[in-house]
């Protein structure tokens, strides 16, 4: 199939990595795309939107249905639910419902990609092995990145297409209203700390402070998730994907003190969730003061996710190098990368 013909559907497409894979694809052209989200992608370009519940498997037939030529299904989505279980069965169905219907709507798939995380290894559970290689054994289930691969194996035994999954940890880019953005709840934290008179102090375990952790810049991702996708070498194989390098956030924490010219504090663990819930007044103030954009406090930045990373007081590190035997030679520095992204965010009146 050549590449003008191919077609791409790609959910989570609101979200912060479907996001940045959508702009990619456009980007790089030769691409049909179809984007499925709950709500429309603020992203520009020539593509048709479509609004799906994927978790009710009638939506899913009577709106994806109807493409009987999608090439390549980029499984992008994620659901967070405040109980354990349901979290899993959620994203266990979604994908279960997606890959389903497309795969009985279009005889020319050629491929699915499902991006996972380190979750895989079991790093959400306390000190793993590390570095982590894509072989692991695995850890005492349940964890839905399990359901989604098993299926995903059984499901293409005597099938044409190939699959791949992407491992990546702590993707991080430019955008709002994702709750997995930790770029923008470091910025939004560090000027509420501002305006309130305090340095900057790391908000996490002193654990954590030391350790080892790595991110992933979404750009990064999506141009590894169409490597994955269309190199023939990387059929029915995971991968994991950083930025391949490693930070500590003692380290950086200082650049960002100066990065926002604050005053460096010694860290002290506090609970963002609890402590910035009554910030919202502060927030309004700094926008209108500063003449931001007026995003609501609670769209700019999910304190859960930021907790949650800064909670990990042991190393966080995969290893990318078997991406890089495959093919993929792609680098990006961590410390530039969060600047550059305060920077954007800056210059988008984001955070002033």
């Given at each position: ?200 102090s790391f908000p996490g375990k002193p654990g954590a402070y030391a350790a080892l952790y790595q991110c992933t810049d979404a750009a990064l991702l999506a ?121 954007d965010f800056r210059r988008e009146r984001i955070i002033p």
């Amino acid at each position: 199939m050549s590449k003008a013909k191919r077609t791409a559907l790609v959910t989570g497409a609101s979200g912060l990595a479907g996001g940045y894979m959508l702009a990619h694809l456009l980007e790089q052209g030769g691409w049909d795309i179809v984007a499925v989200s709950r709500r429309k992608p603020l992203i520009p370009g020539d593509y048709r939107h479509i609004a799906v519940d994927l978790l009710d498997p009638a939506d899913c037939r009577a709106n994806l249905g109807p493409l009987t030529n999608i090439s390549h299904l980029f499984y992008l989505a994620i659901t967070e639910r405040s109980d354990p279980g349901e979290t899993v069965s959620a994203n266990a169905n979604m994908f279960f419902n997606l890959v389903k219907t497309v795969e009985a709507a279009s005889p020319v798939l050629e491929h699915i990609h499902l991006s996972q995380g380190t979750r895989w290894y079991g790093n959400h559970l306390g000190p793993y092995k590390t570095p982590t290689k894509e072989d692991d054994p695995r850890h005492m289930p349940p964890n839905f990145y399990y359901d989604q691969q098993d299926f995903l194996e059984e499901f293409q035994k005597g099938k044409r297409w190939t699959w791949s999954v992407g491992r990546p940890h702590a993707v991080c880019g430019f955008s709002t209203g994702g709750p997995m953005n930790l770029t923008l709840a470091i910025a939004v934290y560090a000027n509420v700390c501002k305006a309130l008179g305090l340095p900057l102090s790391f908000p996490g375990k002193p654990g954590a402070y030391a350790a080892l952790y790595q991110c992933t810049d979404a750009a990064l991702l999506a141009k590894a998730v169409e490597w994955m996708a269309t190199d023939p070498k990387c059929a029915n194989q995971a991968f994991n994907i950083t930025n391949s390098d490693l930070i500590r956030w003692q380290n950086l924490w200082p650049k960002f003190a100066n990065f926002f010219g604050m005053e460096l504090a010694s860290p002290r663990h506090i609970n963002l969730a609890r402590s910035m819930a009554d910030k919202g007044p502060i927030w309004e103030a700094i926008v209108e003061k500063n003449g931001l954009q007026k995003f609501r406090f609670e769209e700019i930045a999910a304190w859960g996710y930021p907790d949650n990373v800064f909670a990990s007081d042991y190393d966080i590190v995969s290893d990318t190098s078997k991406a890089r035997r495959f093919g993929f030679h792609d680098l990006v520095d961590t410390e530039e990368m969060f600047l550059r992204m305060f920077s954007d965010f800056r210059r988008e009146r984001i955070i002033p």
